[in-house]
């Protein structure tokens, strides 16, 4: 089974940018963990701080993935491009957030991608991603 994680922009900070929100680990050393976690899951990661990128990369993958898991960062409430991008290929995604959006300004409360998702994940820290990849197990054909 082939996944993929795509963080947007701003997450390559992750471990560094506003620790309280968005905790002191590295996604990097998270995603170590995750690999070892999930030893049977082809698990790969993608990220950029451009959109076009982030659109080419769910055209690159959206047709032969089993699976995305979709970190889109301060685009998740203004990309119109991304959310078009998700409606248009064949992968499910699902949208998820580190921090709980709705406790936060009223523009993080709007994701424009989240209909085109198959589900939405918020507040729950990192595990949001680990989370998103239990449920893309369980409901993968054998
Ligand atoms: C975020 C929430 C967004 O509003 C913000 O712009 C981010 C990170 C999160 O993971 O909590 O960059 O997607």
């Known amino acids: 089974m082939k996944i993929l994680i795509i963080n947007g922009p701003n997450l390559n900070l992750l471990g ?3 620790p309280s929100i968005y ?3 590295s996604f990097d050393d998270f995603f170590k963990d995750l690999k070892a976690e999930f030893p049977t899951v082809e698990l790969s990661y993608f990220q950029s701080n ?11 993958v959206g ?3 089993d699976a ?6 301060a685009y998740t409430h203004t990309s119109i491009g991304i959310a078009d991008a998700i409606a248009g290929i064949k992968t499910p995604v699902i949208e998820v957030h580190i921090s709980n959006v709705y406790a936060r300004e009223e523009y993080r409360h709007v994701s424009l991608m989240a209909k085109n998702c198959i589900g939405v994940i918020a507040g ?3 595990n949001a991603y680990r989370l998103a990849i239990l449920h893309f197990i369980s409901i993968h054909p054998q």
């Open 50 to 60: 451009v959109e076009g990128e982030l659109i080419n990369k769910l055209h690159e």
């Open 124 to 126: 729950l820290g990192l």
């Open 68 to 73: 995305i898991v979709m970190n889109a960062g």
């Open 63 to 65: 047709f032969n993935f």
């Open 16 to 18: 560094k940018r506003e």
């Open 23 to 25: 905790g002191n680990s």
